[in-house]
C-alpha cells in the first residue's frame, strides 16, 4: 500500500475543500488499517513517530482515519502512544490515544503511559503525560482502573511538588486534587505545600489553577498549546 500517495490524495482534498473525496480517502485508509492482514505499516509508525512540524498534516491524516476503527495492527499501538504523548494540543491528542483504547482497552493502555513516562519521562514527555491522562483515564471501558487513578492522583502531587518545571506544572495542575483523604497518610503533607507553591507561583496560570482548585475562582483559563 503506498500510503504516502493516499496521503498526498487526502492533503489535495483538504488543500481544496472536497470534504466529501476527504472522508473517503479516510474511510479508505480506516478500513485498509482494520485489515488483520495489513504488513507494512512502516509509513504510518514513522510519521507517528516523528516530531517535526512538518509531519503534522500526516499525522493529522492517520489520527482522522482512525477515529472510528475498532481494530489497529498491534505494530501501531506504540506510535500512537507516543504520538498522543507528543501531540501539544490538548484537543486533538485524545485522537491518537482513542482507537489504543478501544482496540486494547483503558487498563492496558494506561498501563503503559505509568510505566513508561511517569518515572523515565522526559520533561516534555510528563507534561505529555498530564494532557492525556484526562482522556486515557476518562475512557474507560467498563474496566476497573481505580487501582490506576489512585496511582496516577498520587503522581500528579508529588510530581507537581517535586518537579519545577514549568511547563510539566501548568500540565499537571488542572488534575490535581488536594483532598487528604484521596492520598496515603505519608502524602499528607505535600497538599499544603502544593497549595503554598501554587499561589506563589511566578505563572499566572499556575496561580489561576490554584485559586480554582481551593474554589476561590470559578473563571477557567484556558491552557494554551504553548508557553
Known sequence: ???????????????????NQRLKIER???????NRKLKDVSWLVEVLEQQAVESRMRRLFIMNSLRKNNQIPKSLFLPLIYASIYECNPSLNRYFIEPCIRCYGSYRVNVELINRYTENGTNEEKAGLARILYW????????????LINKINCWFLTEFVNNKNINVRRCIIPHLQLEAWLY????HSLIPTAINIGLSHSDEYIRHRIAIQLGDSSFYMPLSDKL
Open 136 to 147: 486515557s483515564l476518562h475512557s474507560a471501558d467498563g474496566e476497573n482502573i481505580k487501582e
Open 184 to 187: 496515603p497518610q505519608e502524602l
Open 1 to 19: 500500500m503506498d500510503w504516502e500517495k493516499l496521503y498526498q490524495d487526502w492533503l489535495f482534498c483538504c488543500n481544496n475543500e472536497n470534504f
Open 28 to 34: 479508505q485508509a480506516g478500513t485498509l488499517l482494520e
